[in-house]
């Protein structure tokens, strides 16, 4: 897919990995509806990006609200061909702490929004795009989510952020099989240590111990990479079905 055609809906565009990517297609020419339950943050990121992007106020974990919003982002932006899913939450806690067991409302609170967020905005972005006229080899759009290296290798702390990310990876083989049918790609990015938002707020310190804790290049991930990998899945079609680690080599330690 070319990145001048791209129509993506991005969650979590506001900020972090979301808005370097809705950065780098708007830079190329696409358009993007950036989902978002911050409203000042959302219109900053929109005003900034230009007329090609608009801020649509989405909890990803309605469903009625993600439907509603997909099918006002492809009226305003004549399409749909892309979704990226962004969007998500830490959600840390130890299953036995020292107040007692890992409240349930956590656990599920994280899962809910990391892994069925991102399978609710799929399936709607999936019925929009189903009706596309086909591209080269019949592609009419294509999903990328966001899940982790926790997924993997998940610290003491992530049981819940590491089951709601390899769900993410888990569900992305079955998907790209079911929506082959269509001419609909999916494929995963799963990033290692990344700036983003949180990581700004910790200390020096602990910046440069993280970037430290990883192989090479020692240092954190930069948005920019993960919006070129993007970039990559987006132009290569016989990729599909994937996780991609990008992660400098990391492999997470207990704690």
């Known amino acids: 897919m070319q990145l001048n055609q791209v129509k993506a809906i991005i969650t979590g565009g506001a900020s972090g990995l979301g808005h370097a990517v809705a950065q780098m297609l708007v830079a190329n020419g696409g358009q993007v509806a950036l989902f978002d339950v911050n409203d000042a943050k959302g219109v900053a990121a929109a005003d900034e990006l230009g007329t090609a992007a608009h801020f649509f106020r989405t909890d990803v974990t309605s469903e009625d609200g993600v439907a509603t919003n997909a099918a006002a982002a492809h009226s305003t932006m004549g399409g749909l061909n892309m979704v990226m899913n962004c969007a998500g939450i830490l959600g840390a806690g130890r299953v036995l702490g020292k107040q007692g067991p890992m409240a349930l409302a956590n656990f599920t609170g994280t899962v809910t929004v990391n892994l069925i967020g ?138």
């Open 118 to 255: 991102s399978f609710n905005v799929a399936k709607a972005g999936a019925a929009l795009m189903q009706t596309n006229a086909p591209g080269e080899d019949g592609e009419r759009g294509v999903i990328v989510n966001t899940a982790s290296v926790a997924a993997y290798e998940g610290q003491i702390g992530q049981a819940a952020y590491s089951a709601s990310k390899g769900g993410i990876v888990g569900m992305t083989l079955p998907m790209a099989r079911e929506l082959a049918r269509f001419g609909i790609r999916v494929a995963t990015i799963a990033p290692g240590i990344f700036w983003t938002p949180m990581v700004d707020g910790m200390s020096p310190e602990i910046q440069a111990s993280l970037g430290a804790s990883i192989p090479f290049p020692s240092r954190l991930g930069k948005p920019e990479e993960f919006a070129s990998t993007v970039a990559f899945i987006l132009g290569n079609r016989y990729l599909n079905g994937e996780t991609i680690r990008l992660d400098g080599a990391v492999r997470l330690q207990p704690k």
